[in-house]
């Protein structure tokens, strides 16, 4: 599936969800309607910025001719995974001060990892950068880094896997899932899934027949419902309780709803998942009306970057949390990039992910990375309306920065000592 499709059908099912959320809840369509909007010109700038160039071919054959990891001898991904799963072991101890022992007993004893990771967190002040903490974020990045490029080479850049290449698979992603588990969050798993799904889909790239054929159809299916699973297990494991005749300040269920009356067991379990993907909409929503659109020094605020800290002295974040009760749950992704670079660079920014985006799927520049970097721009993209799914790892940043000098070598210094080298036997 072509890439600006796949976010297309995200931002369609997201739709599709706050217009089911408003058949559950006490949250309207007044509350809704700016902020779906506000997606939705989201895409239109990425789409423009995606068809920029319409010449850039991007219906190419992956190979698997001279890419690093594809010609690794099997010792040496065996060294690769061996390792993944030791430095998963190391991290998850670090953070939660539980050994693959302590972890498999608490487990097995309904002991909540979640709140002995978070205890453990905040009483050792891991929160705090220092020297000895370094080591085990570079950890967690070899992890993440080494699960991102193995699915993208060995899916998309090779026809056929060996019972050996599933072997390494499975190692990467024990090493991956084992650090979520040692947490207690889904989040981990999420990000499995998200990038299976990508991988799938990208598959389908350069076919023509239908957008999504009965195969891919099933897969992504199958992951969306263990998907659903896992994030209501992790919510469970928790502690966390849906009472639905609990009042809260702002959204809540309403039993009168249209969805609610028909379909009660779906609004039910709508409801479940509205902390993660619809109180975004309302964020955003709110922000837009009782913000942004109250005076028109809030409007120039709002389009100029870091607006509101110059004329109010304070952020978004700030002034939002006075309106609407955030909690624990995530600001907006396009609401903190307007906070910093202002709403003309947040439409900048979908505008150049969009150019980038097509750029890198270039022939010539198609790698394992340039897949990569599709995957981080994908996860900012879907993050947009509801949350933050790329920056809320310190391995996922350092991935997009070693991405981003990746392309600042290959675009500007590699291009240059290529030109020095043809002048040089010119003259």
């Keep these: 599936m072509d890439f600006k499709k796949i976010i297309l059908w995200v931002y369609f099912l997201y739709t599709v969800f706050v217009i089911l959320l408003i058949g559950t809840t006490t949250l309207e369509v007044n509350k809704t309607l700016l902020s779906i909007l506000f997606m939705w010109i989201n ?3 990425f789409f423009g910025g995606y068809s920029y160039k319409k010449n850039l071919n991007t219906k190419v054959k992956y190979s698997s001719n001279g890419f690093w990891l594809l010609i690794k001898s099997k010792l040496s991904l065996l060294t690769i995974g061996f390792v993944s799963i030791l430095f998963s072991i190391m991290a998850v101890n670090y953070y939660t001060g539980q050994n693959p022992v302590r972890l498999i007993s608490n487990l097995l004893n309904n002991v909540s990892v979640y709140y002995e990771y978070q205890n453990y967190f905040k009483h050792n002040q891991i929160n705090v950068l220092t020297l000895t903490k370094i080591p085990y974020i570079l950890m967690l990045f070899y992890v993440k880094f080494f699960l991102y490029i193995s699915y993208i080479s060995l899916f998309l850049f090779k026809e056929i896997r060996s019972k050996f290449d599933k072997f390494y698979l499975f190692m990467i992603t024990f090493a991956h899932i084992y650090i979520g588990v040692g947490r207690g969050t889904s989040f981990e798993f999420f990000e499995l899934i998200i990038l299976i799904a990508y991988v799938v889909l990208s598959k389908q790239r350069n076919t023509r027949k239908r957008i999504i054929n009965y195969k891919t159809a099933t897969v992504s299916l199958v992951l969306g419902s263990i998907g659903v699973f896992i994030l209501l297990n992790g919510i469970s494991a928790r502690g966390v ?10 959204v809540n269920y309403d ?5 609610s009356k028909l379909f009660p067991k779906l609004s039910f379990l709508i409801y479940q998942f509205y902390g993660y993907f619809g109180f975004g909409f309302f964020y955003v929503s709110s922000y837009v009306s009782e913000i942004w659109f109250s005076s028109f020094s809030s409007l120039i605020s709002g389009l100029i970057p870091l607006g509101f800290q110059s004329f109010s002295n304070t952020s978004i974040q700030e002034l939002m949390s006075n309106i609407i009760h955030v909690g624990v749950r995530w600001h907006p992704d396009s609401i903190v990039i307007i906070n910093n670079i202002g709403y003309i660079g947040l439409l900048l920014l979908c505008f150049s992910m969009g150019v980038f985006s097509k750029y890198s799927l270039m022939e010539k520049n198609r790698t394992p ?4 970097t599709n995957y981080l ?3 900012q993209m879907i993050s947009l ?6 920056f809320t790892s310190s391995a996922n940043e350092l991935i997009a920065l070693m991405s981003g000098i ?3 070598w ?4 590699n291009k240059r000592i290529r030109f020095n080298k043809n002048s040089k036997l010119v003259s």
């Design 241 to 250: 309780v849906f009472d639905l005749s609990i009042v809260r300040p702002d």
């Design 255 to 259: 039993a009168n709803g249209i969805v």
């Design 43 to 45: 895409y239109l700038f």
């Design 406 to 408: 990746y392309w600042m």
């Design 369 to 372: 990375i340039s897949e990569v």
């Design 410 to 413: 290959r675009i500007f210094v």
């Design 377 to 379: 721009i994908l996860l």
């Design 385 to 390: 309306p509801v949350g933050n799914f790329l």
